[in-house]
């Protein structure tokens, strides 16, 4: 049932629904609902229902909310939208209401940063003694302010000559980013395959899609020998392009086409990825990819993504169930 500041905005005449709004908040309060009716009214667009997809009691609080208005008007709403979430620390998404919204049947992640709260590269610069310079390296091209694929040559040549025995002890010390357990088995009782597209390296990338039981991973090859790293990248290099070009082949590979696919990431290389695909979302992510991306979220945990897909707190999965 929708609070009282929407249940106010009903239309007495609707028009068949254009859009509907995602509404996460911690908590998410009357006021903040009530400042988001007020947007509506301001730009003229009309509340035709809604539901709490959120549990009561929930941490967490989501509303979704049906609208029809004008798409003219789309882009002033989008923006107000932004400034009230960020003068708030609340999500606010707008989608088109289309069919596929509520049927991804792919999903695609990126994982430094989104799947996991670390940058593995900077970590093993770490261990090598050079952290200060890669990760300053790192932040600049996660921003987009340089070349992945040279930032990448780069960083990686630091590298040269660690101790392959460091990189157990790295791999378990990753941290999943809270809500990616929940998201992952949760995506898998609703049948989506699942897939990491990762600049890191596969060898951490796999202890990752063990932990999580997500279905297969591409991500960039750490060349090894003699027990020690070479310092060289293997291609082809899993850069922004190639996460697109990857999507592609995946959705094709699975009968799909790039409409039925959810993509999640946070830097300036995920940007292709979350162009193509039919819900892309921006996860915690720079400045500059949630300018570009369609949707974000940068307060909620991972978990939250399903409240766009339309899926209630109450059909969340913590276990993962085996396909």
């Known amino acids: 049932m929708l609070p009282p500041p929407l249940k106010d905005l009903l239309a007495a005449r609707p028009r068949p629904p254009s859009h509907v709004a995602t509404l996460i908040g911690r908590p998410l309060d009357h006021d903040a609902v009530g400042a988001f009716a007020g ?38 709403l989008r923006e107000a939208s932004l400034t009230l979430a960020a003068e708030r620390a609340l999500d606010l998404c707008l989608q088109v209401e289309e ?13 430094d940063s989104t799947l996991i709260e670390a940058e593995v590269i900077d970590e093993l610069a770490g261990a090598a003694g050079v952290r200060e310079a890669v990760s300053a390296v790192t932040e600049r091209a996660m921003r ?26 790295i791999a378990a010390g990753l941290r ?16 989506v395959h699942t897939a990491i597209l990762s600049g890191g390296f596969d060898y951490f990338a796999r202890d990752v899609q063990r932990r999580l039981g997500i279905h297969e991973v591409h991500a960039n090859r750490l060349a090894i020998e003699a027990g020690v790293l070479t310092g060289e990248a293997v291609e082809p290099i899993v850069d922004g392009a190639r996460k697109a070009a990857l999507l592609r082949e995946l959705a094709a590979r699975e009968g799909l086409s790039p409409a039925h696919v959810l993509a999640v990431g946070d830097g300036a290389n995920d940007l292709p990825m979350l162009a193509e695909a039919g819900l892309g979302v921006a996860f915690r992510a720079k400045p500059v990819v949630r300018a570009s991306a369609r949707q974000a979220i940068s307060h909620a945990g991972l978990d939250c993504v399903l409240f766009l897909l339309g899926v209630p707190e109450r059909h969340w999965v913590s276990e993962i169930v085996p396909d």
């Open 99 to 111: 069919p596929l919204r509520r049927h991804r049947r792919l999903a695609v992640f990126d994982m």
């Open 39 to 76: 947007l509506l009214t301001d730009h003229d667009w009309q509340v035709l229902g809604g539901e709490w997809l959120s549990l009561p009691g929930s941490p967490r609080g989501c509303l979704e909310v049906s609208l029809a208005g004008d798409d003219a008007a789309l882009p002033a």
């Open 176 to 191: 999943l980013v809270d809500g990616a357990r929940q998201l992952v088995a949760t995506l898998r009782t609703l049948g």
């Open 144 to 169: 987009g302010e340089i070349d992945f694929r040279e930032s990448f040559r780069a960083r990686l040549a630091t590298l040269r000559g660690l101790d392959g025995h460091c990189l157990d002890g």
